[in-house]
């Protein structure tokens, strides 16, 4: 089964407003990550946040990380029309070993 | 996507036959993944490298197998294809934690 599960899986708001996506994980993380793809394009990195960190600001996106509920938040400010894509969390579950387990993403629209 | 490519980037091929998918870097990065995507499943592991002929398998392994001879080429095989390995399989790179991603190879497999 999936180690991170994204919620909403779909989220559409008005461009302007802020836009929340939830990640949530069941087993100790060594560092976890958020990535957005694009319709038929591959993955890009957003940000990673480890597990002894609680928040990490970049640029309009803030992400937080609460290792107690085992779950991570996405916060996009200021949401462009740009900026619809799918999003997902990874988890990296063992330190050096280099593997990410992914979410199902939500897919987020900005209505103009 | 910048120094990762696949191919090809589209390919149909019928049950049975062998396919072999390309991923080719020039970041001369250490780690080298082979994903699928699939709707409702997310990304899920295939195979990795940690380095030349060094990998291992993901989450996802059977009726595939890689090969990487040089740092750069990191080869999937799908050895007889079957209708359940359609999707789009996706490569990455990694030098350290952060991957980077490669445009894509959308296979069906009819």
């Known amino acids: 089964s999936q180690q991170g599960e994204e919620d909403p899986q779909a989220l559409s708001i008005q461009e302007g407003e802020n836009a929340t996506m939830n990640c949530s994980y069941k087993t100790s993380i060594n560092n976890l990550q958020w990535y957005r793809q694009n319709s038929g394009r591959g993955l890009v990195h957003l940000i990673l946040?480890?597990?002894?960190?609680r928040e990490k600001h970049s640029g309009r996106l803030r992400v937080t990380l609460d290792t107690s509920k085992k779950s991570s938040s996405l916060l996009i400010t200021a949401s462009r029309a740009a900026d619809t894509a799918s999003y997902f969390c990874?988890?990296?579950?063992?330190?050096?070993?280099?593997?990410?387990?992914f979410g199902q993403g939500t897919r987020l629209t900005i209505n103009p | 996507d910048a120094g990762i490519t696949q191919s090809p980037r589209h390919k149909v091929t019928e049950t049975g036959t062998p396919v072999t998918l390309r991923c080719h870097q020039t970041?001369?990065?250490?780690?080298m993944y082979w994903y699928r995507q699939d709707p409702g499943h997310g990304l899920r592991l295939i195979h990795y490298s940690y380095g030349v002929k060094d990998t291992d398998k993901g989450e996802v392994s059977d009726g595939y197998s890689v090969s990487r001879s040089k740092t750069e080429d990191f080869l999937l095989t799908l050895e007889s294809a079957t209708s359940s390995q359609t999707s789009v399989y996706f490569c990455a790179i990694s030098e350290s934690a952060e991957q980077y991603f490669g445009p894509g190879t959308r296979l069906t497999v009819t």
């Open positions: 990874a988890t990296d579950l063992i330190q050096g070993a280099q593997k990410l387990v």
């Open positions: 970041e001369n990065h250490r780690y």
């Open positions: 946040i480890r597990s002894n960190e």
